[in-house]
């Protein structure tokens, strides 16, 4: 199966803290087969943006996006998350699961990913923790990226832990970048 079951939960357990709300612009950076992005953009009436450097795992995400019904609403972009096209919105929300591997670069990638967002918007950084790690690597993995966001200048920085999600251990940091949200 192109989504398996573990993955697919931990995508909606990723969402459901990022809380992408109908109306709001959603970027995700490392898209893949778009996954996630399908579980969000067949209810958005905003603006839903999907980015990875990868045309044929895009190519795959377009057919998903129309069997599911959100394919009008999306916009998928072959690109590097950190040699990103201009856009004419600027995010309330971006998505990030499973792409801290780009975590050499990490603070300047999510500064760049930080001035895309809306003041007051939301990002969601998630990362499976290897089979069997204990539960002190993946706090370990959630301090490091908590630090890279607030060295990025993010602020109300959350680190939600979860050794349920799929049968492995997850963490997902949230951050805000300052500012008030849009009313
Ligand atoms: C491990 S997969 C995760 C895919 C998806 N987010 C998920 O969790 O199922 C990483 C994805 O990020 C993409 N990617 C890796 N480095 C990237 C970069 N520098 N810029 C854009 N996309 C990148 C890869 O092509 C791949 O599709």
Redesign the pocket.
């Known amino acids: 199966m192109l989504h398996g079951r573990s ?1 697919r939960a931990y ?1 909606r357990w990723a969402i459901g803290l990022l809380a992408p709300g109908i109306d709001e612009d959603v970027l995700e ?4 087969s778009g ?2 992005l399908g579980l969000i953009a067949p209810a958005a009436r905003g603006r839903i943006v999907g ?4 045309a044929v ?1 895009l190519r795959i995400a377009e057919g998903h996006l129309r069997r599911v019904g959100g394919a009008a609403r999306t916009t998928l972009i072959c ?4 040699d990103l096209p201009s856009f004419d919105v600027a995010f309330e929300k971006v998505l990030a ?3 801290w ?2 975590r050499s670069e990490s603070v300047r990638v999510l500064d760049i990913l930080r001035v895309r967002l809306a003041p007051g918007g939301r990002i969601a950084v998630a990362v499976r923790a290897p089979r069997r790690a204990a539960p002190a690597t993946a706090q370990a993995l959630g301090a490091e990226i908590a630090r890279a966001l607030e060295t990025a200048g993010f602020g109300r920085i959350e680190a939600h832990l979860s050794d349920r999600v799929g049968g492995r251990r997850c963490v997902c940091v949230t951050a805000c970048r300052a500012g008030a949200s849009r009313p």
């Open positions: 993955r995508a950076i490392g898209c893949a996954y996630a980015i990875d450097r990868s795992l690109a590097a998350e950190d699961i499973n792409v591997p780009f």
